[in-house]
């Protein structure tokens, strides 16, 4: 069965600084997907990144990167120069890819992040 | 273009009476998936589409809940003889497809969500 853990409740970073939110995952497949989301007070899940388990390198967008240790089975968010709109919940997500696989995601508990100025 | 949109935003409703929340997705996405956030379960699914077919209704609670999905496109979502633990956000997510095992793809893109208070 597919388990997301992210371990961090709750992190503060300063404004402008870097902060990695954690997210490790369990299956036993080899094709599979994995997603961050980030939902702000206003409820609304918002598409931040994507990794593939096949992809060799790390995935990037903008200022979020993926640090993805594919033997370690982590999938950890990397936000540079924090901003105060980053102040969110962040969600790690999971899907695999065989054939009959489920085709929902499953997701971590999430991580508050607030940005301090 | 237009993201994906759910109606009603907010929805106030007593125990017992039946409710339905609406999802309309992007336009072109084949796959529509219905999930409930609520403070004690997290993120939870309940149904997804392919098209106007449900292969996967696992996540349904129970027979109180049922979703349909018409032309392809917009989806509805019922819960019958709601109870107060049926209070929480619903979210509606699409996806233009589901099978390909690519982001550009598979993503899921999230609509605002419903928030459902029954009393």
């Known amino acids: 069965a597919q388990k997301i853990t992210q371990t961090q409740p709750g992190m503060f970073v300063q404004e402008k600084e870097a902060v990695t939110l954690d997210c490790t995952y369990d299956?036993?497949?080899?094709?599979?997907?994995l997603f961050w989301y980030k939902q702000p007070s206003s409820g609304e899940m918002i598409f931040l990144i994507y990794?593939?388990?096949?992809?060799?390198q790390n995935a990037t967008e903008g200022r979020y990167s993926l640090n993805f240790q594919k033997a370690r089975k982590s999938a950890n968010l990397v936000i540079s120069a924090s901003q105060l709109g980053d102040s969110a919940m962040y969600f790690c997500?999971?899907?695999?890819?065989?054939?009959?696989?489920?085709?929902?995601?499953?997701f971590g508990s999430g991580t508050q992040l607030t940005v301090l100025p | 273009g237009a993201g994906v949109s759910q109606s009603p935003s907010n929805k106030v409703t007593e125990k017992g009476k039946d409710v339905e929340l609406r999802c309309d997705p992007i336009?072109?996405?084949?796959?529509l998936y219905w999930y409930r956030q609520s403070l004690g379960q997290g993120l939870e699914f309940l149904i997804y589409?392919?098209?106007?077919?449900?292969?996967?209704k696992s996540g349904l609670p129970s027979d109180r809940f049922s979703a349909e999905r018409t032309g392809g496109s917009v989806s509805t979502l019922t819960i019958q003889r709601t109870q107060q633990e049926d209070s929480a956000v619903y979210l509606c997510?699409?996806?233009?497809?589901?099978?390909?095992?690519?982001?550009?793809?598979?993503?899921?893109?999230f609509g605002p969500g419903t928030r459902l208070t029954v009393l």
């Open positions: 997500a999971m899907r695999e890819f065989f054939w009959g696989s489920a085709r929902q995601l499953t």
């Open positions: 336009s072109g996405h084949t796959a």
């Open positions: 997510a699409s996806s233009l497809r589901s099978t390909s095992g690519k982001s550009s793809t598979d993503t899921q893109y």
């Open positions: 299956t036993s497949d080899q094709s599979y997907g």
């Open positions: 589409f392919q098209g106007n077919s449900a292969p996967d």
């Open positions: 990794q593939g388990s096949y992809d060799e």
